[in-house]
């Protein structure tokens, strides 16, 4: 964040403030407005925090105009295509790249932090077998500090890379547990020789009876999908794991606060939604029903996987998502599969439809995602689980950061008071 020459002025009753700049590397220039309140006793107003910049990051950059996705700088599409989960997970942490031996040591470090304490098995046994497993990953994830209290203290350094290390090796185990709970199958240990989507596949999808390979093709489907959900600059979950770190909350009930955000149909549970929206529509016949419930300002239903705060234009992750869903239903031998069917050609006539076209509302990574998931023999409700075991490294990488800022202190935003003046109690018997 560096200083600008430029400022803005304020006029409020003919007094006027000036408000210095900061300029970013890329991206849209901020006013500074920490010393508003202090120096014009005024509070500015942004609910949605539709113009809000809440941090400064350099983590994540997203031009919603262009539909550009960086990590550390790297393009989204780049990503995915070239590198692997586990990579990102580095690169998002630590800022670059890494080298062979450095990729080696992260790699084993968190295969060998994937096993649970086996007590927390008991956690599972208290929730009823169809808990939506979002329900059991908030609590088994905000249970974490009691026993890890020994990466738990985040003043200190060390501390706060192991709770990263064992949060990012931990999260596929909880979930593929949430999974198996809620089939009521038995739980299935990682095993340390698969990698990270393969182990996860295999924790989700084998059974004691017998022998399970992962198929090699699911893993890699498996891994980009991780890969496109890690992380997406101060999204709401993003943003709920900041606000809860910012009052020194250990990181494990930091995490537990963003899947429990996540889980909302307007955020991390639209590929849910829009998985059993695309399945309500059911037939090709039935689209132009839909589009114009969407477009009905009576009808509260909204076409799920479509529009974003940010993207308006497309949502770079949902063009790698929907060549995805093309391989592997083709490698999966699933020929025309219906639903498929009906999320193109809904694609294609909202993307033709001047309602979406004016207000700029594209597909987002929820909309294909449920596909593949589906295809690969996930329960829908999985699917959000998942994007919060791939949104984990964004969490703790974000996180992780804002102890990279010294000044940093407790968020607490103010408000705009609608609410009754001073008055006087009045006994029951005078009301
Ligand atoms: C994620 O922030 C992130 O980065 C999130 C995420 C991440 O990686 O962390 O990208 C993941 O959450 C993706 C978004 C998943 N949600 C959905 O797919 C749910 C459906 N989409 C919408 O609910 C909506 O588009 C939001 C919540 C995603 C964005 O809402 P905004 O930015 O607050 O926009 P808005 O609600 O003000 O909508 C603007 C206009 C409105 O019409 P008007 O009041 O101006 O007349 O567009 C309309 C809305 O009614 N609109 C839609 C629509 N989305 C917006 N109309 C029909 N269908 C939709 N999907």
Redesign the pocket.
Known sequence: MTDSSKTATLTIDGKKYELPMLSPSVGPEVIDIRKLYAEAGVFTYDP?YTSTASCDSTITYIDGDEGVLLHRGYPIDQLASKSHYLEVCYLLLYGELPTAKELEVFETTITRHTMIHEQMHNFFRGFRRDAHPMATMVGVVGAMSAFYADSADVSDPRQREIASHRMIAKMPTIAAMAYKYSIGQPFVYPRNDLDYAANFLHMCFSVPAEDFVVDPILARAMDRIFTL?AD??Q???TSTVRLASSSGANPFACVAAGIACLWG????G?NQA?LEMLKEIGAVDRIPEFIAR?KD?NDPF?????????YKNFDPRATVMKQSADEVLDLLGIENNPVLQVAKELEKQALEDPYFAE?K?FP???FYSGIILEAMGFPTSMFTPIFALSRTVGWISQWKEQFSDPAHKIGRPRQLYLGATMRSYVDVEDR
Do not use: I, Y
């Open positions: 949605g959900h997406h600059e999204n709401a979950s149909p307007a955020h991390g639209a829009c969407a300002k909204r076409l799920m996987g479509f529009g974003h705060r940010v207000k509302l987002n990574v929820d």
